[in-house]
């Protein structure tokens, strides 16, 4: 895993260092983080290779496999939470996925007009930070309240094994280390924080609200279905 971050970090700063140094302007200037250095810095890159119709088609070929698998992925545990929350759905499983995906696909068809990339950077970004402070709460309950060592004892039980050294090295994790790092990046950012915008654009105040309900929505989630299930214990 660790080779394949460093091959990847090798691949895109290269991408960067080669557009920068093919326009004359620093690295940091080329591209934003984003969906930019997908659709904008690699096809460039692509391009100036030999043969770069046969690049470009593997190239965009390989992030609808990404997509498609990644989609598949996180659907398919969505649609079980709910299976297992609405047992009569078993039987109706098919005609869920058909209605969940119906639905799924219109309410991404906006993204596909002119203003789609402003409404989708607005969409990665806010859900991209309502998932940092969820993983957060989850590091604070499991870690702190449940017991970092209950939580170890559930793991081996489902059978696996973990040495001695890797246990601490988890738990250190959990409990410090990951909780810290979060907390300072969350920090950072709220220091930094400028009003929504995306390039030149800046938001305006109901897409800025709209923004905010997108951030609140995981935790209204979460916090539903926990009181579901807890009123459905016995």
């Known amino acids: 895993m660790i080779l394949i971050w460093i091959f990847t970090g090798l691949v895109v700063f290269g991408t960067l260092g080669f557009i920068a140094n093919k326009k004359g302007m620093a690295i940091d200037k080329v ?7 997908a659709f904008i810095v690699y096809p460039e890159a692509v391009s ?4 770069s119709p046969l690049f470009s088609f593997m190239f965009f070929f390989m992030l609808t496999l990404l997509a498609i698998s990644s989609v598949c992925g996180s659907w398919e545990a969505m649609i079980s939470a709910v299976m297992d929350e609405i047992p009569y759905l078993k039987t109706k499983r098919v005609w869920v996925m058909i ?12 993204m596909c007009f002119d203003s ?4 989708f950077n607005m969409m990665d970004t806010r859900t991209a930070n ?20 209950k939580f170890m004892d559930h793991i081996e039980e489902m059978g696996m094994w973990i040495p001695t050294p890797l246990k601490y090295f988890w738990k250190t994790c959990w409990v410090i280390v990951s909780p810290a790092i979060i907390i ?17 654009y800046e938001y305006p105040p109901y897409a800025q609200f709209l923004g905010k309900v997108f951030f609140c929505h995981y935790f209204f989630l979460n916090y539903r279905y926990s009181i579901v299930k807890n009123k459905r214990r016995p």
Do not use: Q, R
């Not at 100036?48 to 043969?51: F, G, K």
């Not at 209605?99 to 906006?110: E, R, W, Y």
């Not at 969820?134 to 449940?146: G, K, P, Q, R």
């Not at 300072?184 to 030149?200: A, C, Y």
């Open 31 to 37: 591209v934003d983080a984003g969906p930019g250095l």
């Open 184 to 200: 300072f990046i969350t920090i950072t950012s709220w220091l930094d924080k400028e009003p929504d915008h995306f390039l030149d």
């Open 48 to 51: 100036a290779m030999a043969v």
């Open 116 to 119: 789609g990339w402003f409404l």
């Open 130 to 149: 309502s998932i940092v402070i969820m993983a957060f709460l989850e590091l604070i309950v499991i870690s702190w309240f449940y017991g970092v060592n």
């Open 99 to 110: 209605a969940s995906c119906t639905f799924a696909f219109l309410m991404g068809v906006p």
